[in-house]
């Protein structure tokens, strides 16, 4: 009989992992806690690397990864699948950020402010012909990175890392469609601009 009951709950978890992301949520809505676990699985990874490059911060990020998957078990009867669970679970921690952004946001004096944009005009290297290696060429993607504004960071990596489309990205952000593909080429140009210096 536990041989059966085993292999039932194998089953049950094989059967999460043929299930939408959607059709997850609403089980687990229904009280399902294996259809959560397997969520939980496809995403953690993919919500924890948005999370640290959009704060920089592991213990940041922690907190609110916690916080991300708390709102979405707290949410999980309101559920409604109008748009991809990725989508809306980004969503969540896309707020998350922005709301973490304003409370912590910093008031510089214009000093500082000069101060720090002739540090950031600076080229990192004379040497423009130099061979980068991979660590370099991650330090260069981060200071890069660094260097976007946050909603153009944001937007970024959502579409990198997510490989989220445009409508996505609107739907995350809250933000237009023309406002979204200029904040893409903005901080594409200004990615390049930092490999080609």
């Known amino acids: ?41 496809r995403h953690r990874g993919t919500l924890y690397r948005f999370l640290l490059r959009s704060l920089r911060q592991r213990a940041d990020a922690d907190e609110l990864f916690q916080e991300t998957w708390s709102r979405a078990v707290a949410a999980r009867e309101r559920y409604r699948p109008e748009a991809k669970f990725s989508t809306w ?8 950020v922005i709301d973490r952004f304003r409370r912590s946001r910093p008031h510089a004096s214009a000093e500082e402010t000069d101060l720090l944009f002739s540090r950031l005009d600076a080229p990192e290297s004379e040497q423009p012909d130099r061979v980068l290696s991979e660590f370099e060429q991650r330090r260069r993607l ?52 930092r490999f080609e210096s």
């Open 1 to 41: 009989m536990l041989m059966t009951t085993s292999l039932d709950c194998l089953n049950l978890a094989s059967m999460g992992s043929e299930r939408t992301d959607e059709e997850l949520m609403l089980a687990y809505a229904g009280g399902d806690m294996i259809a959560f676990e397997t969520l939980y699985r």
């Open 89 to 96: 679970l980004l969503q969540i921690a896309h707020n998350l």
């Open 142 to 193: 981060q200071l890069a990175l660094e260097e976007l504004p946050e909603e153009q960071r944001v937007t970024f990596l959502l579409r990198m890392e997510n490989g989220l489309g445009l409508e996505e990205l609107s739907e995350v952000t809250g933000a237009g469609r023309e406002t979204v593909k200029s904040r893409l080429r903005y901080a594409l140009a200004r990615v390049r601009a």
